[in-house]
């Protein structure tokens, strides 16, 4: 059995999280709660707090009695209720049936945000100064340039800010600190849109999920099938 990354997450969350919170608590051990009276009362329920996170989080039900039963045998080294095979057992069945669940929610979340994607394109794309390309892509011209356009070898400097369709930000570069990046290496619908755009031009763009992360989305910000605006400055490009 290979146990994937979301088995590791539930699972084996305590071992995971201990080491987080053990280097947060190094990285910002001069601001101490003063809730508890030690570093290691604070490591301890900070762990705590972020397991019963997690759980609750990715709908995980657990008898809390019967938990703290088990971790403390595990902890203690006392004899386990439960034979080793059964111990095993018990896991692989809680992986199959959360990762069912994982993908069962990803599936739905993944038909709502493809409804959301077609239901904004079609209002966007009646809106004055929308452009729609044959691909779906949209883009509004918010800055005219006139410089050069870039191909996919070139190297960009561009200024932006990427935002989901309820605004929520997941990435932006900083205030005065362009980006260099290499055109070629940018999802699909940053390569259609900016080897459209003159240098110096400042577009808005509307892409779709197929053109950007697809139906698997990317880390914990964008979900599956969900489009992305893209708000982008096209400043310079380097041969």
Not at 64 to 93: R, W
Not at 128 to 157: C, R
Not at 190 to 201: D, I, Y
């Amino acid at each position: 059995m290979h146990f994937n990354k979301f088995y590791f997450s539930t699972v084996l969350v305590l071992t995971l999280i201990a080491h987080q919170c053990i280097a947060a608590t190094a990285a910002d051990s001069k601001a101490p709660n003063s809730a508890f009276k030690s570093e290691a009362d604070s490591i301890s329920y900070t762990i705590g707090a972020s397991v019963g996170r997690n759980f609750k989080k990715e709908g995980v039900v657990i008898n809390q009695k019967v938990f703290i039963e088990g971790f403390n045998d595990a902890l203690s080294g006392t004899k386990l209720k439960i034979t080793e095979q059964e111990f095993k057992s018990v896991l692989t069945n809680f992986q199959r049936d959360m990762h069912s669940k994982m993908v069962a929610n990803q599936r739905e979340l993944g038909m709502k945000n493809k409804k959301k994607e077609a239901d904004f394109l079609a209002e966007n794309a009646k809106k004055k100064g929308v452009v729609t390309l044959a691909s779906g892509l949209q883009y509004i011209i918010v800055k005219a340039g006139n410089g050069v356009k870039p191909q996919d070898s070139d190297m960009i400097e561009v200024n932006y800010r990427g935002t989901l369709l309820d605004g929520t930000e997941f990435d932006a570069s900083q205030p005065g600190k362009p980006v260099s990046l290499k055109l070629a290496q940018t999802i699909a619908g940053w390569k259609e849109a900016l080897k459209l755009m003159p240098t110096g031009s400042k577009w808005q763009l509307f892409i779709p999920a197929k053109y950007a992360y697809g139906e698997r989305g990317v880390g914990s910000d964008i979900g599956p099938s969900e489009m992305l605006i893209f708000d982008i400055e096209l400043l310079n490009i380097k041969k």
